[in-house]
């Protein structure tokens, strides 16, 4: 994430990434979810938080799952079942359940899919917001697969020239994986900026970049600036001149794989809280995979080698950074704004859990 984004070193508090898992889990379990799925469900936000990326982390997203499990937006104990399929695909309808646990469920169906088929898909719909896109997508690569999972966002982003949201967030995630390289793992949102960040951005009185944002009438704001109280976002692109109408475009295909094709609707028509859409692709069904691997390394070798531009210290792949994050912050803790760790003291008292930082 952009430096601006991160808890300033001077009021950051950091916290052993067990420990907050540990928290996490028992706010699940106390949400009616078993122990299992809590489980499943902390791994997905931890995850999100040691590579760095908050805007999926505990910071944003725990208090909002906690909110929507209190007014019986999201089913603890949910029962997925397909509904739909053939061969290698299949439509699934989540029954309400939370994302964290029923994206995982539907990437390994859709793995299982690819080691009998060489690929596999799955969409789901009745669907819940399901944490960062690339935890699904990581989830292909110890079977030796490409895996990409995708999902409808909130709708806040109007079409280039609009003056109303069309479409959502919609991000996409990839992971691609390499032999002794850290792997390929992109994952972003078809907005100029993931709609968290602003939340973030608010949290830490920081100001949004240009392009990123536009008036309430769709006038995209091409300077900095505070977040005003209403907004759109824009699409990646920001304006048609430097490519809106691309980023655009490929929000409407994640609206369309996961929307339409799951048979709940895009856009305004949207019949599904979220859908999400899952693909995994099993090397060895198109190429040997020691092959695959080693010209992965080669490739990624390559652009970390490049020469850096002026102003710059090195190139980077995306994957890249999270993995050395990673690092950091297993070793050294999470860290995170007070404020957020005020609200883990009051949700803590709230539901009686026994947590204190140590």
């Not at 070193?9 to 706010?27: P, S, T, W």
């Not at 019986?72 to 397909?82: A, D, Y």
């Not at 390994?108 to 719909?125: L, W």
Request: hydrophobic residues 40%; negative net charge.
């Amino acid at each position: 994430m952009l430096e601006r984004f991160h808890v300033p070193h001077d009021i950051a508090v950091k916290v052993n990434h067990e420990e907050i898992f540990g928290v996490v889990e028992e706010i699940f379990i106390k949400m009616g979810m078993s122990k299992e799925d809590a489980k499943l469900s902390a791994d997905v936000l931890i995850y999100a938080d040691v590579r760095g990326i908050e805007s999926h982390g505990v910071s944003n997203m725990l208090r909002r799952y906690v909110e929507s499990f209190s007014e019986g937006g999201i089913n603890p104990t949910p029962t997925p079942k397909v509904i739909r399929g053939k061969g290698a695909v299949a439509t699934l309808d989540s029954d309400a359940g939370h994302g964290l646990v029923v994206g995982p469920y539907a990437m390994n169906m859709a793995i299982e899919k690819a080691k009998n088929y060489g690929i596999g898909s799955v969409t789901v719909n009745n669907g819940r917001h399901f944490g960062a896109c690339a935890y699904h997508a990581e989830m292909a690569l110890a079977h030796n697969m490409i895996g990409i999972a995708m999902t409808t966002g909130g709708l806040m982003v109007p079409p280039v020239n609009g003056a109303e949201a069309r479409v959502g967030l919609n991000p996409i995630g990839v992971a691609v994986p390499t032999k002794n390289e850290p792997p390929f793992i992109f994952d972003a949102s078809m907005s100029s900026v993931a709609g968290n960040k602003i939340s973030l951005a608010q949290r830490l009185g920081v100001k949004v970049m240009p392009g990123w944002i536009a008036k309430e009438d769709g006038t995209p704001i091409m300077e900095e600036t505070e977040v005003p109280e209403k907004y759109l976002m824009l699409p990646v692109g920001g304006t048609r001149e430097i490519g809106s109408h691309k980023g655009f475009s490929l929000a409407m295909l994640v609206e369309i794989l996961a929307g339409v094709l799951g048979g709940s609707g895009a856009g305004l028509n949207r019949r599904s809280q979220a859908a999400h859409h899952f693909i995994a692709y099993d090397i060895d069904a198109f190429t040997d995979v020691d092959q695959f691997k080693s010209d992965m390394d080669d490739y990624m070798k390559s652009i970390k080698e490049t020469k850096p531009s002026p102003g710059n210290d090195r190139v980077v792949y995306a994957g890249l950074p999270e993995f050395e994050e990673k690092l950091e912050r297993e070793s050294n803790g999470i860290p995170y704004h007070p404020e957020v760790l005020e609200w883990f003291k009051g949700i803590c008292a709230e539901l009686g859990i026994n947590w204190s930082l140590s």
